[in-house]
T-cell receptor, first 112, second 114 residues
Framework: GESVGLHLPTLSVQEGDNSIINCAYS??????FIWYKQESGKGPQFIID?????DKRQGQRVTVLLNKTVKHLSLQIAATQPGDSAVYFC???????????FGTGTRLQVTL | DAGVTQSPTHLIKTRGQQVTLRCSPK?????VSWYQQALGQGPQFIFQ???????QRGNFPDRFSGHQFPNYSSELNVNALLLGDSALYLC?????????????FGPGTRLLVL
């Protein structure tokens, strides 16, 4: 069945450093991937998305990389700030369904 | 531009009771999806409503039902509550029910079943 998972449950980075959050997916039919940020007590906030016909997409301070060969997705955050501290989820859409399948999340802790 | 809103923010119920949660989609959106998020886990898809009909459903029992109104707002109903139904219930809205439509989430309703 389909699944989305994350390699590291907690990532600690120093303020100003770059962060890389990884995600593996198992459904080769997935063709749309999204990264969400969830702060404590809030709903998931859309960060960036990427479609399967792309390898890389950049936003403001964030970059998402997609490697379809190994079914791996990563989120890079440049110059990490204390406000980036949150749980990050990757999610996928499969080819025939608009529902999102989420992993368990990675907690990003930014130290001063 | 109004975002997704949900009510109530918190709710406490006892086993066997019934609960109704409400969601108003982001301005301009016509599709509402509901998710259940247990503590420490990612959201799990419950169902999606588009054009006032349930379009897709996840692996949730029939105790979970919903409705979408002509103004695109939606309700999630859960009957015969179990302790395991305690979770954060999230509503997400999007424009259209296409597979690559970005879903925007509300703040959620935290349900505690005692």
């Amino acid at each position: 069945g389909e699944s989305v998972g994350l390699h590291l449950p907690t990532l600690s980075v120093q303020e100003g450093d770059n962060s890389i959050i990884n995600c593996a997916y198992s459904n080769s039919a997935s063709d749309y991937f999204i990264w969400y940020k969830q702060e404590s007590g809030k709903g998931p906030q859309f960060i960036i998305d990427i479609r399967s016909n792309m390898d890389k997409r950049q936003g403001q301070r964030v970059t998402v990389l997609l490697n379809k060969t190994v079914k791996h997705l990563s989120l890079q955050i440049a110059a990490t700030q204390p406000g980036d501290s949150a749980v990050y989820f990757c999610a996928e859409n499969t080819g025939t369904a608009s529902k999102l399948t989420f992993g368990t999340g990675t907690r990003l802790q930014v130290t001063l | 531009d109004a975002g997704v809103t949900q009510s109530p923010t918190h709710l406490i119920k006892t086993r066997g009771q019934q609960v109704t949660l409400r969601c108003s989609p982001k301005s301009g959106h016509d599709t509402v999806s509901w998710y259940q998020q247990a503590l420490g886990q990612g959201p799990q898809f419950i169902f999606q409503y588009y054009e006032e009909e349930e379009r897709q459903r996840g692996n949730f029992p029939d105790r979970f039902s919903g409705h979408q109104f002509p103004n695109y707002s939606s309700e999630l109903n859960v009957n015969a509550l179990l302790l395991g139904d305690s979770a954060l219930y999230l509503c997400a809205s999007s424009l259209g029910a296409g597979i690559q439509e970005t879903q925007y989430f509300g703040p959620g309703t935290r349900l505690l079943v005692l």
